[in-house]
């Protein structure tokens, strides 16, 4: 089975790009553009020279001993959150910023939940002198305050956005208008595998850096360049994609996606949308989605800014429905136990996004001579609030 995308931007039945006219003419060139930039020797000379002296990859792969113990495994943390900005956002901000560069666009406008990607993208801005604007639900301006500051101390404009629930999803509604708005000197920086072609696959390939040197790591450190599984958290799926992608057509590594389940699947505040969702269309993109039955969008939720999202990039909806990937949950309570769990045994405070995946641990059982690597995708600082807020005295 194929897990590469197509000429038409599709993985099996989902992807595609479903956009209104006026935005045609900018997909379009991008689209034509995209893989003869990523893949010039000009390119990947900048961008690699970016990601090691700027972002500061590559990123250690760590292997956590009382994890381990505790799971009667060999797990391996991936330290995204060791990362410039403090999550795995930068490699696709870096990345999309010299492909804007080469396209001449001089205005970038971005969406953000959690705020990394808002950072991120603001941080990329300042380094190459372009206006940022970058469109937040107000939910978000106020559970993720430090983030708001970064911005604004880059230069970043941040707008916030007050329609719906006030998450991520309004907030890329938001952008994509102003870009239906701007559509000649602009580029969207998407922040995750979504959006319409080419953005699913020219993310995906940004991140995929981080499975690139997983390979390098393990080989090194266990005389085999694979893993027997990968767990990586999915909001969007930007890091659980760079995670997989270059174990994607390896068999015995088994993948696992693990989902905001928010108070739990059936309490009509979650965010699990391969258990929740049927195939729709969202922010360009045909995915599953989570809709009513007159096909509205349901309102997400999940304690995590990053994965309050109704939706999954096609990547992910071809990945459940194929089976190659498992997906899996994990509710705020199970996230916030994991987080506390971590900082405990291991000395290290994670993103409340990436807590997700570190919670899928014990549901998963595993062999003991076993390697499994966890891609701790952010680290916590930005959710300190809300761990102070569940601390046990
Ligand atoms: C944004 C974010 C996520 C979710 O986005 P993906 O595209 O699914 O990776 C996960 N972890 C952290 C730390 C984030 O900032």
């Keep these: 089975m194929n897990f590469s995308v197509n000429e038409k931007g599709y993985y099996g039945p989902y992807g595609g790009a479903w956009i209104p006219e006026m935005l045609y003419p900018n997909v379009e060139e991008l689209r034509r553009n995209y893989l ?38 060999h797990v391996y943390l991936k330290r995204e959150d060791l990362t410039h900005t403090g999550a795995h956002k930068i490699n696709n901000t870096i990345g999309q910023i010299l492909v804007a560069r080469r396209l001449g666009k001089r205005r970038i406008i971005a969406e953000t939940g959690a705020g990394q990607h808002g950072v991120a993208t603001a941080t990329v801005c300042a380094r ?18 430090p983030n708001v500051a ?38 969207y920086i998407i922040g995750s595998v979504v959006g319409p072609h080419p953005y699913p696959d020219m993310v995906a ?17 266990t005389g085999r360049d694979f893993p027997d599984a990968v767990l990586a958290c999915v909001g969007g799926g930007s890091n659980a994609a760079g995670a997989f992608y270059h174990y994607l057509d390896i068999p015995q590594v088994r993948l696992f996606a693990v989902e905001a389940a928010g108070e739990g699947i059936n309490t009509g505040h979650s965010a699990a949308t391969t258990v929740l969702g049927k195939p729709g269309i969202i ?40 089976g190659r990937a498992k997906f899996l949950w994990a509710t705020d309570d199970e996230a916030l136990q994991a987080a506390f769990e971590l900082t405990r045994l291991e000395g290290i405070i994670p993103a409340l996004e990436s807590a997700h995946a570190l919670a899928a641990l014990g549901k998963i059982p595993f062999g003991p001579n076993e390697t499994v690597v966890v891609n701790l995708s952010g680290r916590g600082d930005k959710d300190l609030e809300t761990y102070i807020k569940h601390m046990k005295p």
């Excluded at 292997?63 to 799971?71: I, V």
């Excluded at 190459?128 to 305050?145: S, W």
């Excluded at 604004?152 to 239906?180: F, H, P, Q």
């Excluded at 390939?205 to 450190?221: A, D, G, N, T």
Aim: glycine letters at 8%; aromatic letters at 8%.
């Design 205 to 221: 390939r940004l991140q995929s850096v981080i499975s690139e040197e997983m390979k390098v790591q393990l080989l090194e450190k």
């Design 283 to 322: 922010h360009g993109s045909r995915t599953l989605l989570m809709q009513d039955t007159d096909g509205q969008i349901t309102e997400p939720y999940s304690i995590s800014a990053g994965l309050d999202y109704p939706g999954i990039g096609p990547i992910h909806s071809w990945l459940a429905e194929s």
């Design 36 to 73: 003869q930039i990523l893949e010039s020797d000009e390119f990947r000379r900048e961008f690699k020279n970016l990601l090691s002296d700027y972002a500061g990859r590559p990123t250690p792969l760590y292997y956590a001993s009382r994890l381990s113990e505790k799971y009667g495994a």
């Design 128 to 145: 190459e002198g372009l206006e940022c604007i970058v469109y937040m639900g107000e939910t978000d301006v106020k559970r993720q305050a």
């Design 150 to 187: 970064k911005m604004k101390m880059l230069g970043a404009k941040v707008v916030e956005v007050y329609s719906g629930n006030k998450t991520l999803k309004d907030a890329t509604n938001e952008a994509i208008r102003d870009w239906i708005n701007h559509p000649v000197e602009t580029h």
